[in-house]
């Protein structure tokens, strides 16, 4: 039998042209659906096309800069978009676009993120007016100040000190110890000069009232230098070298002090006399906090994105294997262990990109209510953000190392793009809180939703699932569900619903028996969230024949539909320990967990054929992607060639090193070995 040969340069552009041509997918209808409208789509192109034609934002050098280089870098792009954003008129909503087009992290990310939106919701009328405009126009660049050397996640016991003196009518900033130094802080080590301050407000006669917010100047505004009373650095490097750009620093305070109208006091107060004046909910303060959790599950949705996108390309392109009947091994995309592993993560970023949308929309509702005084939704709020942070961080670093995996050997190449975007994913697990001691944030928001509808015929939207534990009863040892039918997605949304309900109640009853089991806490959050998650998707998908989609509204319905799936098929534990199905069933013969799997290979088998253009309507142009895998005309070698080529140790033929290591070491073996030889005759 003769070996077939194949161009396999050309085999790709084929493979990855046949993939769009074959689809039903219709991409533009459904790429202005993702972003928004076909005007939000337009804006977005717009910004992009002039981000990639500006030499400043060139990528090709960015795996060959050292961290201070990268650093620079980025101040360097930070300064020409605001630049940009004058010659253009950039508006608010032009500027998300900025920041979601970039892939690489700005040093000034954190003004925007947390400085600006917490000075501006909770400082007073006499702050803003003074600060207001230098914020707005980065006449001063602000970090926040939270975290410190010994706590991070439990706020209330932050050791940093700002003691009221009503003498002078000044706060005394302090680090009275080592461990109250702030860590961790974004924009601080050698960027910011202002910064919000997270201290323990302590009052005459010693009376300390917790963690308050504070406007500190950290930096001369003339010369740039650390002002006195004040040690600041940079942390240093981070692991697998992400966040490379962005310098995350270090700062002791030695009882500085700043004026009385430096408190941000919208709602908690402090007198001139130190009198202290309430807030009317004790959380307003974690306002800042919240808005960082709600972007998080939009920057959790595009990178997982980036990682479908780039992973469905390239193992549509990449033959390896069993061959076909022409002779031609098989697209890796074409086995079952592949497709079945990036189809779900497809899934998961459209739901993460759509619920980040609803969740901003959300929290500016929440912004209006809360300037108002109205603080009945901030527990829900609070509840719904620590949910989502948990799971959309635990997610985005599993899927994007799964997504990497697939694409094999070439997929450890930094020019893939996704070690990087692991690597930045990476630490969203710990930040803004720490997502173990976020779970049992959420149980506790979920356990006393349960206790009080004992009593309340009003469920709100975190807790809607306990509505069925008075409908249909609660916990007993017959299976709610026999046969599931797991076609249908109103089912499937029912079944994760009421594994949250059980959950609950079933921690609820452990606490009145004794002691949770040590994983209790992940297992509840986890499943209270998905509920939440799945009643938003429900309502996505009823909403896809309205939204202008026509023919694509089916699939992109079964791709939400998979997001169901898929999820109920990682909770199976849950689902039968929990009684929420049966163990066997007397209609299927596998029993429902087995039909739940053979239900979710079906619906990525029926996705498989609009696995790439369902991924091409995220609008990614090959700069926004910078990987040699993920081009979009597919032809990855080539790609990758040519990327290798401005590798600088390939810049000369005869390596550096040499003269002064190599060439001593072949000599030392040469003459070692000549003597052995000597020795033998």
Request: with cysteine; aromatic share 8%; glycine share 8%.
């Amino acid at each position: 039998m003769t070996k077939v040969e194949v161009d396999a340069q050309a085999q790709t552009a084929l493979d990855i042209e046949a993939a769009r041509r074959n689809a039903k997918l219709d991409v533009p209808a459904t790429r202005a659906f993702i972003h928004g409208g076909e005007d939000a789509w337009k804006a977005h192109q717009r910004v992009e096309a002039i981000l990639s034609a500006d030499p400043v934002f060139d990528k090709s050098q960015k795996y060959y800069m050292t961290r201070k280089e990268t650093y620079l870098k980025a101040l360097k792009m930070q300064k020409r978009i605001e630049e940009l954003r004058d010659i253009h008129h950039w508006d608010v909503r032009d500027m998300s676009f900025v920041h979601l087009a970039l892939d690489e992290l700005l040093p000034m990310g954190l003004h925007v993120t947390a400085f600006e939106p917490v000075v501006m919701s909770q400082g007073s009328e006499e702050l803003k007016a003074k600060f207001g405009p230098l914020i707005k126009h980065r006449g001063i660049i602000g970090c926040y100040l939270q975290t410190e050397l010994g706590h991070g996640t439990n706020v209330s016991q932050l050791e940093t000190t700002a003691t009221y003196i009503p003498e002078s009518e000044e706060f005394e900033i302090h680090s009275p110890t080592l461990t109250s130094t702030k860590w961790w802080i974004g924009t601080l080590g050698k960027t910011a000069n202002f910064g919000v301050v997270q201290a323990c407000l302590i009052l005459p006669g010693k009376r300390d009232m917790g963690p308050h917010l504070f406007l500190v100047q950290l930096r001369s505004l003339d010369t740039h230098e650390v002002l006195p009373h004040i040690k600041i650095g940079d942390i240093g490097p981070k692991a697998m070298g992400g966040y490379a750009s962005v310098d995350n620093g270090y700062a002791r305070f030695d009882h500085l002090r700043i004026p009385h109208s430096q408190m941000l006091s919208k709602f908690a107060q402090v007198t001139k006399e130190g009198k202290y004046i309430k807030p009317p909910h004790s959380k307003l303060s974690y306002g800042g906090m919240l808005y960082i959790r709600s972007t998080m599950v939009t920057t959790a949705g595009r990178m997982l994105a980036k990682a479908a996108t780039v992973s469905l390309r390239y193992t549509t392109v990449r033959r390896q294997g069993n061959k076909g009947v022409d002779g031609s091994e098989c697209q890796v995309i074409s086995y079952p262990p592949v497709y079945c592993r990036l189809l779900p993560i497809l899934s998961r970023a459209y739901v993460f990109i759509l619920l980040g949308r609803n969740l901003t929309y959300a929290y500016m509702e929440l912004s209006k209510q809360l300037s108002r005084g109205e603080t009945e939704s901030l527990p829900d709020m609070h509840a719904i953000t620590s949910g989502l942070k948990i799971l959309v961080s635990t997610t985005s670093v599993h899927d994007v190392e799964v997504a990497r995996r697939s694409m094999g050997g070439h997929g450890y190449s930094a020019y893939s793009g996704l070690g990087k975007v692991y690597s930045d994913a990476l630490p969203s697990v710990t930040y803004e809180g720490d997502n173990f001691v976020l779970d049992q944030q959420v149980v506790r928001a979920a356990l006393k939703a349960h206790n009080q509808s004992q009593s309340s015929t009003h469920q709100s939207t975190f807790s809607a699932f306990l509505r069925l534990l008075k409908e249909k009863g609660s916990e007993t040892q017959i299976a709610l569900f026999e046969s599931p039918n797991w076609v249908d997605w109103r089912v499937v949304v029912e079944v994760l619903e009421w594994r949250a309900a059980r959950s609950v109640e079933s921690y609820a009853k452990a606490l009145e028996n004794g002691q949770p089991d040590a994983s209790a806490d992940q297992r509840v959050s986890r499943a209270v969230t998905e509920a939440y998650v799945a009643t938003q998707v429900a309502d996505m998908i009823q909403s896809l024949s309205r939204l202008g989609l026509g023919d694509s509204a089916a699939i992109v319905g079964s791709l939400l539909t998979l997001y169901l799936l898929s999820t109920a098929e990682a909770a199976l534990v849950d689902l039968l320990s929990l009684g929420v199905i049966a163990t066997q069933s007397a209609v299927d013969k596998g029993g429902p967990a087995e039909m739940l799997r053979l239900e979710v290979a079906r619906s990525c088998r029926e996705l498989l054929p609009e696995a790439v253009s369902l991924s091409d309507a995220y609008g990614f142009t090959d700069w926004e992607l910078d990987s040699a895998l993920g081009v979009y005309d597919g032809r990855v070698y080539n790609a990758l060639w040519d990327r290798v080529q401005t590798e600088p140790l390939n810049k000369s033929e005869i390596t550096d090193g040499y003269l002064e290591f190599i060439k001593p070491l072949l000599e030392r073996g040469k003459k070692l070995a000549n003597e052995e030889l000597k020795s033998k005759l």
